[in-house]
């Protein structure tokens, strides 16, 4: 491993042990995005209303937590770092509580599904948060850092592959009498969960044992952190409130289209297990083909041009599969639904999986004009829009489905109701992705910057080193940002 200041290079067993962290979330993130509501509306019996609203309020309370963990986090001092402690502190009970999701011990009760609901919301970001501030404590450097994403968002969509095209091929294993839809008793799913809930486990495991923290705030400063720092940074860091409403209107959008994407399967399309574990596992192909290639892609034509094009890509993916759905003629064929969810999934992998580079350079802008690298509170706030996010992501589809009277106990719904499914897989998330292409425009940071902003915070530290008396840990917040060559 090359050691030079805060630019550190890593090993590929490091970088995929990183990685790993993400994989394990992305077992119990993608299940949860993509199958919860289907669970509790059809083997739960809950109304397709009540999870609607479950799922908003239980999001909002994720919001709500989110600053404080933010803030502990960027507190918090152990031997074991101050970041990866929270991999085993948090993700033990947070796999427990998952498979708990998935327990029909207490049908159709309202106050058990927010229980246990919560309760797992709560565990999820008390790893998530940690462990997206713990990229940014690595290294500084920036072709790591993007290596270091490339690999996670890899290992992130193994995960996707693993939930989408694995999970409905297990409930199948697990109820051998399945022939035509997702199975509606509990056995299968609780032990499907069971076994994804272990190697997430032994994949947080795996993380917490490979990453070393190297770039983080001494305690003094740490000390000093508070929750009104999230409010501060958000003003002050003007590339951070960019990414933060991308962050924002992608999980939006990425809820509202992954939550409905079993049901357009189901009812849309008649298709059975088989079917949508086809579907849903193509979902994952692509950002292990493409992922790879960014770092080449992005030197070839921009950062910004990257978004621009694999959003645009997405766009038209969705509007294959809703052209192929709504005219009789192509309907049949299924081929086109296929690579219509191959070319959506390509771009918004590849889009939503770079996004996660620019968290690092926006915590190294914010060190930059105030001097202090509070990696826990960016990535509350980042984690705060993107919950919002998946907040009314989650909550949407249930009210419109309820609107357009959806019925679980019928293997047949009503055209308004499939018209619907239809608009939230497709329509609505491609008109938010035009907004997202607007958002990611303002973005101001070029690599070369990013550069030379991480060497200046590095000869600071150096300064500081040598003579603490002539080299202030804080620089002034006026003249930091007028050094920089762009308007902020």
Known sequence: MNTVSGFQRLSWVQRIGFGSGDLAQNLIYQTISLYLMFYYTNVYHLNVVIVGTMFFIVRLVDVILNPFVGTMVDKTSTRFGRYRAYLLIGGIPLVFIFVLCFWNGFSGSVFYAYVSYVALTIFYTLVNVPYGALNASLTRDNKEISILT?????????????????????????????????????????????????????????????????????????????????????????????????????????????????????????????????????????????????????????????????????????????????????????????????????????????????????????????????????????????????????????????????????????IMAQHGILWLFTIIPAIMLLVAMFIISRYNLDDNEVERINREIESRREKERKNPSKAPAVPDLKEARNALPFPD
């Open 150 to 414: 490339t690999v996670r968002m890899i290992m992130a969509n193994i995960g996707g592959l693993i939930v989408g095209f694995g999970v409905p091929r297990l409930l199948k294993y697990f109820d051998p009498n399945l022939s035509t839809d997702m199975p509606e008793t509990d056995g299968p799913w609780l032990a499907a969960m069971s076994i994804l809930g272990i190697a997430a486990l032994v994949l947080l495991i795996f993380c917490f044992v490979e990453c070393k923290e190297r770039v983080v705030m001494d305690n003094a400063q740490s000390s000093r952190v508070k929750i009104s720092d999230l409010w501060k940074e958000l003003i002050v860091n003007r590339p951070l409130r960019v990414l933060c409403f991308f962050f924002f209107i992608s999980f939006t959008l990425l809820f509202i289209s992954n939550s409905t994407a079993t049901y357009y399967i189901n009812y849309n399309m008649h298709g059975n297990a088989d079917m949508l574990s086809l579907f849903m596992g193509i979902a994952s192909i692509p950002a292990l083909i493409f992922m790879p290639m960014i770092p080449k892609i992005k030197d070839l034509i921009g950062k910004k041009e990257l978004f621009y094009f694999f959003l645009l890509l997405a766009i038209v993916g969705m509007l294959l599969i809703y052209i192929t759905t709504v005219i009789p003629t192509l309907s049949n064929y299924v081929v086109l639904i296929y690579i219509g969810q191959f070319v959506r999934s390509t771009g918004l992998a590849v889009a939503t999986g770079y996004m996660w580079v620019l968290v690092p350079e926006v915590i190294s802008y914010g060190e930059f004009i105030h001097g202090r690298r509070i990696s826990g509170i960016v990535n509350s706030l980042t984690g705060l829009f993107f919950k919002v996010g998946m907040m009314l992501g989650g909550a949407i589809p249930g009210w419109v489905l309820g609107f357009l009277q959806f019925n679980p106990n019928s293997a047949t719904q009503s």
